[in-house]
């Protein structure tokens, strides 16, 4: 029983003490992670992205229709942010480009482009997935303001993006409590901010999963709260128009310090059930979702220290398994899915600073 894995990781003095990018297979039975590849020379690889849309024109090479193994690209979490698409095997360095800000964080995909979050400058850049990259993105995109948690709010801080169809995408602005809503320019050009939602000061809006709810075009987007601790739930209707609909989801009750992470859906079908991790309290709370009835179900450890990122994976037998990297804990820990929706632990894993996790399928 193995699971196959990209693993991010702090590098840098102060940030961490990870390798960077690893391919790996873990057997959460017999608690054995193994390393089949890690990249040299990529600094901070705090997030990493798979595309399967094309093949990329490196080295002079030509274009392709994009084949199973994919692509696998990483952001440079540094002041002067870069990006880097890697060999999914060997995990080389194919080509490296800025990321059109500072310490980009995120890395989403729409419309044949690739979106880069810069946290730091609170920016989304877009770079070509069809053609070689240039020297600089073809674009970059941002929105003034601010929130009241003066230490996190101070300026605008881009956390995240989600595409929304072929042609818009949302991004996640954590220092401005807001989701912006974009439109794809004609020809590679600039998106035009075209609406968006307004937050509760203080949310901190982090991380994004959306919901189809039916033919009509409405959707439900989840949207992960960092500074209030709480989950949050819009819905988008066909004219565009976004409202927040029910009450927010306190994530880590009664706990002074809590940031939550990364949130995924269980890959079933059947099954209703969120998980987000929780930094500080060092737990995942799972959410029973509803029509506007959420309520936490259950907070359980995740294994290890400030849970930074979780993703569903399969194992070779098809089984699902959630994988949450724990950051400061220096732990990859895997659950399995419980009769009633709640994951239940099956092993940790030692490996240093871990900041994403990827299934390699």
Excluded: K
């Excluded at 310090?257 to 500080?280: D, K, M, N, Q």
Aim: some cysteine; hydrophobic content about 35%; glycine content about 14%.
């Amino acid at each position: 029983m193995n699971i196959q894995l990209y693993l991010g990781s702090y590098t840098e003095d102060g940030s961490g003490q990870g390798p960077g990018v690893q391919r790996v297979s873990v057997d959460p039975v017999a608690g054995e992670l193994t390393v089949h590849a890690t990249s040299a020379g990529v600094r901070n690889p705090s997030f990493l992205h798979r595309s399967f849309l094309r093949r990329s024109f490196l080295n002079g090479g030509s274009s392709l229709d994009g084949g199973s193994e994919g692509r696998l690209f990483a952001v440079e979490e540094l002041d002067a942010g870069q990006v880097v698409e890697l060999d999914p095997d060997t995990l080389a360095v194919m080509a490296r480009v800025s990321s059109g800000g500072s310490f980009p964080c995120h890395l989403g995909a729409v419309g044949g482009l690739l979106l880069v979050s810069n946290y730091g400058s609170g920016t989304v850049s877009g770079l070509p997935l069809d053609r070689p990259w240039g020297a600089e993105p073809l674009w970059t995109v941002g929105q003034e303001g601010n929130g009241p948690v003066t230490d996190r709010q101070e300026g605008p801080h881009a956390h995240s993006t989600l595409a929304l169809g072929e042609d818009r995408f949302v991004v996640a602005d954590l220092g401005r409590d807001r989701v912006d809503e974009y439109l794809l320019g004609e020809d590679d050009g600039v998106p035009d901010l075209v609406g968006g939602l307004d937050l509760p000061p203080g949310t901190g809006p982090r991380h994004l999963l959306l919901e189809p709810q039916g033919e009509d075009g409405t959707v439900d987007l989840w949207i992960v709260g960092e500074l209030d601790a709480a989950l949050h739930r819009a819905r988008r209707t066909p004219d565009g128009s976004w409202a927040l609909i029910g009450s927010p989801v306190a994530l880590a009750p009664g706990q002074e310090a809590a940031f939550p992470s990364e949130i995924t859906a269980h890959p079933g079908s059947g099954e209703r059930a969120l998980v987000v991790g929780v930094r500080g309290s060092d737990t995942l709370a799972v959410v029973g979702r509803g029509d506007g009835e959420e309520r936490l179900l259950r907070t359980i450890p995740c294994g290890g220290s400030w849970p930074r990122h979780l993703a569903w994976a399969t194992d070779d037998d098809g089984a699902p398994r959630l994988c949450v990297a724990a950051e400061r804990g220096h732990r990859l820990s895997v659950f399995v899915p419980g009769p009633d929706g709640i994951p239940v632990a099956q092993a940790s894993l030692e490996t240093l600073s871990p900041t994403m996790v990827l299934p390699v399928g």
